[in-house]
């Protein structure tokens, strides 16, 4: 059964046009695609268990474009330079650690991370119809076994914040892949800002931001055939001063930003990649050390 989306529901999770098959609001459309190109690009267990055949036949479309090499490239990039930075970002004393995905769609990576670190705890949010059909389909896969310590939530992240969501819980790690360019810069702001309020001191936010002005804009027309299907992308950020500025002004302490290209190179990935946006790794301050008690000298 779909449920009737919150009256002030984020546009990516209203109910519209889905001439393609692939799902009733522009997010579940977006995971749809993304899930198909990882599939046939990919095929394992975990990527053919999430995917359907209209995405898989929708990637394949995508994959005929002009461009579109270099456009998978850079999905494969994200995918695995977001989950390297997280991995950096995790703390060396693992009990009690909770990393969580925010618009998880159908990616994999909470599976991979939850088997990689069995002390973790992963926690994984997208819409509603988004978890629904991910949690069905990895119930309904028989080649798959779930970890114990992965769990899923259902939240319009433009509607509630993560603090609610997660009931005021402080995590360590929270990653965000493919979220960013539906929410404009201004909201983006305020959504990292919430989401640090929900991270633990030192702890971290790695996602992906926008960067409108990639070299030579070849990421334009795959894009604008994908954003028809998967929603309407706002971010929009000029270079890496800018996206630097975007997470300080969220509140960050030590922001680091990694290309695309970069990324590939160093995690030894297929290239040419796309360079469609900055890989973001934003930091909270650690605990402010308590301040040092007068002492007064030995007379
Ligand atoms: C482009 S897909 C990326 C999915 C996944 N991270 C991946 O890389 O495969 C964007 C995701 O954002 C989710 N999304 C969009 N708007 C959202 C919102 N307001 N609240 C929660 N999730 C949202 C969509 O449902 C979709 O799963």
């Not at 798959?144 to 769990?151: A, M, V």
């Not at 509607?159 to 603090?163: A, E, N, Q």
């Not at 931001?209 to 070849?218: A, M």
């Not at 650690?286 to 002492?295: F, L, W």
């Given at each position: 059964m779909t449920e009737t989306p919150h009256p002030s529901a984020s546009p990516t999770a209203q109910p519209s046009s889905d001439t393609l098959g692939l799902g009733?609001?522009?997010?579940q459309r977006g995971a749809e695609i993304i899930a198909g190109f990882r599939a046939e690009k990919y095929p394992t267990p975990e990527t053919l268990a999430l995917s359907r055949w209209a995405g898989r036949i929708v990637a394949r479309m995508f994959m005929r474009m002009p461009h579109s090499d270099k456009a998978m490239n850079y999905l494969v990039a994200r995918l695995y330079g977001l989950t390297e930075l997280a991995r950096r970002a995790l703390p060396a004393q693992r009990e009690e650690t909770v990393i969580v995905e925010l618009a998880c769609g159908l990616s994999p990576r909470g599976l991979y991370l939850a088997r990689e670190f069995p002390d973790v705890q992963v926690i994984e949010i997208d819409l509603p119809d988004v978890v629904r059909d991910?949690?069905?389909r990895l119930e309904q896969a028989r080649n798959?076994?779930?970890?114990?310590?992965?769990?899923w939530l259902a939240a319009d992240l433009g509607?509630?914040?993560?603090?609610d969501i997660l009931e005021n819980q402080q995590v360590d790690v929270v990653i965000a892949e493919g979220l960013t360019p539906y929410f404009t810069n201004a909201e983006v702001i305020r959504m990292a800002?919430?989401?640090?309020?929900?991270?633990?001191?030192?702890?971290?936010?790695v996602c992906d931001?926008?960067?409108?002005?990639?070299?030579?804009?070849?990421g334009q027309q795959v894009a604008g055939l994908f954003s028809r299907q998967a929603g309407l992308y706002k971010c929009k950020l000029k270079n890496e001063a800018e996206a630097r500025q975007l997470l300080a002004d969220a509140g960050y302490?030590?922001?680091?930003?990694?290309?695309?290209?970069?990324?590939?190179?160093?995690l030894k990935l297929a290239q040419p990649v796309i360079e469609y946006s900055f890989f973001a790794w934003g930091r909270k301050a650690?605990?402010?050390?308590?301040?040092?008690?007068?002492?007064t000298p030995p007379a």
């Open positions: 009733r609001t522009s997010g991910k949690q069905k798959l076994t779930l970890p114990p310590n992965i769990r509607v509630t914040s993560l603090d800002n919430h989401i640090r309020n929900s991270l633990k001191p030192g702890g971290s936010f931001l926008p960067w409108d002005e990639g070299p030579g804009g070849e302490e030590s922001i680091e930003l990694y290309r695309p290209a970069q990324m590939a190179e160093t650690p605990q402010q050390a308590a301040a040092p008690a007068d002492v």
